[in-house]
């Protein structure tokens, strides 16, 4: 979704690019103008190009806008694309890339009264999320260390493992290397990844194990957040989509963690 922050939909291309630049900078901090856009008969697009390559989520970022009530027809857009590679999320990053042709987006209000655009038709599109395993690995460190540095454990090490069960699942495996005052002991947490076909990405079957006194009380720490997150989706799509349905869904892994999907209109 992309928020106008405006009551009044936009009479031109410049002002519609000039709309969705200051919507985005909110969002993002980012060292040029994202959106560049062609237009001859406007509200039709040739093209919508947004590029979010190097940009960085604000550490207050507003609270992503929820369409109240009906939408109706805003704007069309012969190809529209989508590039953030790499996009800074906190401790991680990571790249996404989208492209769409024959687009439709549909206009819609928030509870403030705001136009927010909404993707609702596609005639054919791509999507490309991928995270670096040495990304998730920064990213486990530092939610493990929150978690254990409440009690005066220090995580030396991660070292992440993601095997391949098929194209929608992966069994992974973290292992931690934790150490309090002169004693340190290594621990396991095993669990399970699973991509459903609207590009929701689930964590579940989480475990801790490990030998030793300091392993049994690092897992205990650990516990509580592991039962927090097992079984919970995380959408890494986060935008209604309309008459647009997801085909193709795929999720695999090599040096990078990549969700693929197509998309199209319901004929």
Do not use: W
């Not at 009479?11 to 000039?18: K, M, Y």
């Not at 699973?194 to 720490?221: P, V």
């Amino acid at each position: 979704m992309l928020p106008l922050a405006t009551a009044t939909f936009p009479s031109s291309a410049p002002e519609l690019t000039r709309l969705l630049n200051e919507s985005l900078r909110r969002l993002f901090l980012v060292d040029a103008d994202p959106v560049t856009l062609r237009a001859d008969t406007f509200p039709h697009l040739e093209t919508l190009r947004i590029s979010l390559d190097h940009a960085s989520l604000r550490s207050d970022p507003p609270r992503p806008p929820v369409i109240s009530g009906e939408t109706s027809p805003a704007l069309e857009v012969d190809q529209l694309t989508l590039s953030a590679s790499p996009l800074s999320l906190g401790p991680a990053a990571v790249d996404l890339s989208l492209s769409a042709g024959g687009v439709h987006l549909g206009q819609g209000r928030d509870e403030e009264d705001q136009i927010v655009l909404s993707l609702e038709k596609a005639a054919e599109g791509k999507i490309d999320i991928s995270i670096a395993q040495t990304e998730l690995e920064t990213l486990i460190a530092k939610l493990a260390e929150n978690q254990a540095g409440k009690q005066g454990i220090t995580i030396d090490s991660v070292r992440l493992k993601l095997r391949q069960k098929n194209p929608h699942s992966l069994d992974v495996e973290v292992g931690l290397r934790a150490k309090k005052l002169f004693l340190s002991a290594s621990i396991k947490v095993t669990g399970q990844l699973d991509l459903d076909a609207q590009l929701n990405l689930k964590i579940s079957a989480l475990k801790c194990t490990g030998d030793g006194g300091i392993a049994a009380l690092a897992c205990g720490i650990l516990k509580p957040y592991l039962q927090k997150i097992d079984g919970r989706e995380f959408p890494l799509l986060s935008l209604p989509l309309g008459k647009i349905r997801l085909r193709d869904v795929q999720l695999t892994v090599a040096d990078k963690l990549r969700a693929t999907a197509e998309f199209g209109s319901v004929v």
